[in-house]
């Protein structure tokens, strides 16, 4: 139901007034250089303004008449197929251009500044102007960005500091196991978990709270803390209506629901971390003021070893929480509904970690380093489901080619990663799981760029190591305890865009044990 008045919102408040001029609801314009790749005079320069644009009223067309609407990811597939891999959307004062091929976006990644920008994150950043919040590593650009970073880094993104975070996670991990195991006896197949996402969605929100907060939240028990529980819906809300109002033009927000909705889900997020935040500060001071020392994981670090003010903890733990929550527990649900597809992937994964991890030892971090095909059925999923499936830059510092076109100053771009790791030319067979191609066997790996699921460079995830640590832990005990199948009453799964890739319904599957498996 809500969903259905989202669309009738949108429909007639946008739609109709957008389409208006038009006689076919196709509102591109075509320039006369469109195939000048092949057909320019030597040594004519091309520009942006020999791109193919495509309009707001366009993008809004296809999304709601042709069928896209929650599926932007699958217009990206049409609109490469129709238009190239490089065009222009223009929206409002806005243009992007939008770049579609492996070889363009590492052309340009390689061209990356000092001090990248990922892109407009005005929505973002006009919560926190709103309730006087600080920044964080998404929302700060600049040298400020840069400071920041070199900070955050700390601690998590190198790999040895990621593993110090082992014994942590495989905390979260045994009692994850648990749950399922709790969970399985509920049903009357003794075997099912339904709605597997939230499951996951409450184990990687328990594990990223114990790694930053240096706290449980109760996302595992049986009975979740009311606090803990809206937390997790305000995480869900503000996602979801971002894509609206990123939609919709500014006058909209005093007539329509969608913006007071966004916000009301940033407050949400906001209140938790903030009080988890204000009580390590506490922490922290009794054992100051006790003259102990003070030492601990990552918060602590923030708290007593940086000179970060509070504002600013509070809107970079806040980030990183989010970046850490439905990214790892999407990859995962994903990475479950692809292996119960495939049976004999499954197989071969399960023989990979037995042969590693004997009886009910629990896998190690230098174990996940001895079981390249689990890192490959990570790398697979993330091609298959990128977790955010457009990125992008901003380029202001000068003049860039890109393409064999000429772009200015502050030229927008974004990256079309689902059409990307789709490409049939850079991926053979794109939409068969197939693990094996990321294998260091010999055989020829398809090209980096193709999928680049924690970005790029000095602007890549921050969390990246521990996110994959998380992952590789988590499956593999999975595996190692139980043959899973998905609930023949599911049938296929499909992806929504909700600003990340989810499922389409809830997924639920069956947790089988093992014959030689030990808890």
């Given at each position: 139901m809500a969903e259905y008045l989202v669309l009738k919102s949108v429909r007639t408040v946008s739609v109709r007034a957008l389409l208006k001029p038009t006689t076919t609801g196709l509102n591109i314009k075509r320039k006369a250089c469109e195939n000048a790749p092949a057909s320019a005079p030597a040594g004519s320069i091309r520009t942006e303004a020999d791109l193919t644009e495509i309009t707001l009223s366009t993008m809004l067309y296809g999304m709601i008449f042709k069928g896209y609407y929650n599926?932007?990811?699958?217009?990206?597939?049409?609109?490469?197929k129709?238009?190239?891999p490089i065009f222009k959307v223009k929206t409002g004062s806005l243009n992007t251009v939008c770049l579609g091929s492996v070889k363009l976006v590492e052309e340009l990644l390689r061209k990356d500044e000092k001090f990248p920008c990922r892109g407009d994150m005005t929505l973002w950043t006009e919560y926190r102007k709103i309730k006087d919040l600080g920044y964080g590593p998404f929302t700060v650009e600049e040298e400020k960005w840069y400071k920041l970073r070199s900070v955050l880094n700390k601690?998590?993104?190198?790999p040895k500091d990621a593993v110090k975070y082992e014994k942590v996670i495989?905390?979260?991990?045994?009692?994850?196991?648990a749950r399922i195991c709790r969970l399985r006896k509920l049903s009357s197949s003794g075997d099912l978990i339904p709605n597997m996402s939230n499951e996951l969605y409450r184990f990687t929100l328990e594990a990223i709270s114990r790694i930053l907060f240096e706290?449980?939240?109760?996302?595992?028990e049986d009975k979740i803390p009311a606090e803990t529980q809206n937390f997790i819906d305000s995480i869900g809300q503000m996602f979801t209506y971002s894509v609206h109002v990123s939609l919709l033009p500014k006058w909209t927000r005093n007539y329509l629901p969608f913006w007071q909705r966004y916000i009301n889900g940033w407050?949400?997020?906001f209140r938790l971390a903030c009080k988890l935040i204000d009580r390590k500060m506490e922490d922290i001071q009794k054992r100051l003021d006790a003259g102990q020392e003070v030492a601990g994981e990552y918060l602590s670090y923030l708290l007593s070893s940086t000179n970060m003010n509070k504002k600013d903890v509070y809107g970079s733990i806040a980030e990183l929480l989010l970046a850490g929550v439905d990214t790892t527990?999407?990859?995962?649900?994903?990475?479950?509904?692809?292996?119960?597809r495939n049976p004999r992937t499954q197989d071969t994964l399960y023989q990979e970690v037995a042969s590693i991890v004997n009886e009910d030892r629990i896998p190690t971090a230098e174990d996940i380093n001895s079981m390249p095909y689990l890192k490959a059925v990570i790398k697979e999923t993330l091609r298959m489901y990128p977790?955010?499936?457009?990125?992008?830059r901003l380029l202001s510092g000068s003049e860039v080619v890109i393409g064999g076109y000429l772009f200015p100053k502050k030229t927008s771009f974004s990256f079309i990663h689902y059409a990307i790791g789709h490409d049939e030319t850079v991926f053979p067979e794109p939409r068969l799981f197939k693990p094996e191609r990321w294998l260091r066997d010999g055989r020829e790996r398809p090209n980096p760029f193709g999928s680049i699921p924690f970005g790029f460079g000095v602007r890549g995830c921050a969390g990246r190591r521990i996110a994959e640590l998380e992952m590789h832990l988590a499956l593999a005990r999975i595996i190692k305890l139980f043959e899973v199948k998905l609930d023949p009453s599911i049938g296929e799964v499909k992806a929504l865009f909700r600003s990340v890739l989810v499922p389409d319904q809830p997924v639920s599957f069956h947790f089988l044990d093992r014959k030689d498996a030990s808890i």
């Open positions: 599926r932007v990811h699958e217009m990206q597939l049409y609109q490469n129709v238009h190239g601690r998590m993104l190198h495989n905390e979260v991990v045994t009692d994850f196991i706290t449980r939240i109760g996302c595992l407050d949400g997020i527990s999407n990859t995962l649900v994903w990475a479950l509904y692809l292996l119960s977790v955010v499936p457009i990125n992008g």
